[in-house]
């Protein structure tokens, strides 16, 4: 015998895309999409590597779509506005970042640029965002992946920590948008001071 099958559905260390088969992980799926019905905010939290990412793309994203949600492209906040061009001074780079991720997920002609986005309010911009085709009337649900980047990235920006929290709160006071924050397990204990915010 050589080598590994070439019909071994487990893929190694990298993560499971949307389209690729997630073997194992069926009751996990559900037990987190009940949960997101239940709660419609929820955190994952996990060891590094565990699968998270994979366990929401590949597993919860089909199914919310197949449910009729209208489901977003994963944010991160890890995007450092320095390299951009005619951004104003002050502009929050966590929830710059937040929308140029949400931005990427349109057609290139529909695309704001980071200056527009940097002068835009967080609410305003995803009130805005076009919606999915027969999606309109269900809720939006944004997906936080690597959720503990607003802690490590740019540690001093301390109130821009606050305002990027104050904001994201401020979004989901109503309940047409849902949010789903995978979060590295060790930096979990480290939201406790923000949690309120949100």
């Known amino acids: 015998m050589s080598g590994i099958s070439e019909r071994n559905p487990f893929v190694g260390p990298r993560p499971i895309e949307q389209g690729e088969p997630l073997y194992g992980r069926d009751v996990e799926v559900r037990e987190l999409y009940n949960r997101l019905q239940a709660r419609r ?29 209208d489901v977003w492209k994963a944010i991160r906040v890890n995007l450092d506005p320095g390299d951009l061009d005619d951004i104003p001074e002050g502009t929050n780079r966590f929830l710059l970042s937040a ?54 990235m740019a540690p001093l920006a301390v109130e821009a920590k606050r305002a990027f929290f104050a904001a994201v709160g401020k979004v989901l006071e109503g309940e047409k948008y849902w949010a789903l924050f995978l979060v590295r397990e060790d930096h979990l204990a480290a939201f406790a001071s923000h949690r309120s915010r949100a």
């Open 41 to 69: 905010i929820v955190v994952l939290h996990s060891p590094s590597g565990a699968g998270k990412s994979s366990l929401v793309q590949a597993g919860l994203i089909p199914r919310l779509v197949a449910g009729g949600y």
């Open 99 to 152: 929308m140029i991720s949400l931005e990427d997920e349109l057609p290139e002609a529909n695309r704001r640029s980071p200056a527009a986005l940097a002068r835009i309010e967080f609410l305003d911009y995803l009130e805005k965002r076009p919606r999915r085709k027969g999606r309109g009337g269900q809720p939006v649900v944004l997906i936080f992946d690597q959720f503990e980047e607003v802690l490590t």
